[in-house]
Nanobody, 124 residues
Framework: QVHLVESGGGLVQPGGSLRLSCSAS????????IGWFRQAPGKEREGVSC????????YYGDSVKGRFTISRDVAKNTVYLQMNRLKPDDTAVYYC?????????????????WGQGTQVTVSS
């Protein structure tokens, strides 16, 4: 059975940092594009960042460019999202997803597997 699990969310002050982790059981993440998405109350889901198979390409949403970094640890079967200089607008539930490797990997509609999400709250 395929499971994706996000962790690392929490409450942080503006300007702070968090690192989210996306780990898998039942399959290897290394054969998939992995995306991070977020959804705030009353807003549509937003593509935050994604990394293609073999780490050939990484993509970032305009609102997080220069602040967030996606990376993959092959040995740990885990993908990370390092989030720096967090803002209150970054507050949302963050989801990771696995899907076919494509340069359109910020399109959530392309993904097959989703985690349950982890809450990130940026507030003073």
């Amino acid at each position: 059975q395929v499971h994706l699990v996000e962790s690392g969310g929490g409450l942080v002050q503006p300007g702070g940092s968090l690192r989210l982790s996306c780990s898998a059981s039942g399959f290897s993440l290394n054969y998939y594009a992995i995306g991070w998405f977020r959804q705030a109350p009353g807003k549509e889901r937003e593509g935050v960042s994604c990394i293609t198979r073999s780490d050939s390409y990484t993509y970032y949403g305009d609102s997080v460019k220069g602040r967030f970094t996606i990376s993959r640890d092959v040995a740990k079967n885990t993908v990370y999202l390092q989030m720096n200089r967090l803002k209150p607008d970054d507050t949302a539930v963050y989801y990771c997803a696995a899907g076919p490797s494509t340069r359109r990997c910020l399109d959530g509609g392309l993904y097959d597997y989703w985690g349950q999400g982890t809450q990130v709250t940026v507030s003073s």
